[in-house]
């Protein structure tokens, strides 16, 4: 079995990954994922093409999800992060905003709009407002990206991460 050292805790790990993208067109077949360490939680993102294996610590500046988040919501996330790692740059951010529904259902709060939805949290206190203005902004740009009304910039992406992070941790996380 593969062995590997995370580079933010030095705790050697076998071998974890799930694959973001597989493009068996490109020559070279360029694979790309993210590796998540078993002890931290870090996740290093990385391409292999031709048996060569490239490791790009550090990518992910928008902090992690605190441990109080539901499993559940945590994959959503990682499925949005999956999507920034292998440039599907409007699944990012559509599937960001269906991290805070995601997040809000699991609070308890479901059957609405997502609008809706996130005014509820505010209004019971489960959101405080600069985390309920960050919601309004992820689902008005999550509904933009999902109807194809605006193209997404790549270097705006990490901030959006940055918003779904700290509304899950804020829901979940007091």
């Known amino acids: 079995m593969t062995k590997l050292v995370c580079d933010h805790c030095g705790h050697e790990l076998e071998l974890r990954y799930r694959i973001t993208s597989y493009f068996p067109d490109d020559p070279g077949d360029l694979i790309t994922g993210v590796l998540t360490c078993t002890r931290c939680q870090q996740k290093t993102t990385f391409g292999?093409?031709?048996?060569?294996?490239?490791?790009?610590?550090?990518?992910?500046?928008?902090?992690?999800l605190d441990s109080r988040v539901p499993a559940l919501v945590g994959e959503v996330f990682l499925d949005a992060e999956m999507c920034f790692f292998s440039s599907g740059f409007?699944?990012?951010v559509a599937i960001s905003r269906a991290c805070v529904e995601e997040g809000l259902e699991q609070k308890?709060?479901?059957?609405?709009?997502?609008?809706?939805l996130?005014?509820?949290?505010?209004?019971?206190?489960?959101l405080d407002q600069t985390?309920?203005?960050?919601?309004?902004?992820?689902?008005?740009?999550?509904?933009?990206?999902?109807?194809?009304?605006?193209?997404?910039?790549?270097?705006n992406i990490p901030a959006l991460l940055?918003?779904?992070?700290?509304?899950?941790?804020?829901?979940?996380?007091?």
Not at 118 to 126: L, M, Q, V
Not at 162 to 172: H, K
């Open 48 to 64: 292999m093409k031709d048996n060569a294996v490239n490791f790009y610590p550090g990518k992910a500046s928008y902090g992690q």
């Open 90 to 92: 409007q699944g990012a």
């Open 108 to 116: 308890g709060y479901s059957g609405k709009k997502l609008e809706l």
């Open 118 to 126: 996130i005014n509820d949290a505010h209004a019971a206190g489960d």
């Open 131 to 155: 985390n309920y203005m960050l919601a309004h902004g992820s689902r008005l740009v999550g509904n933009a990206a999902l109807h194809r009304a605006k193209s997404i910039e790549s270097s």
């Open 162 to 174: 940055s918003a779904t992070v700290s509304i899950c941790n804020y829901l979940f996380g007091r």
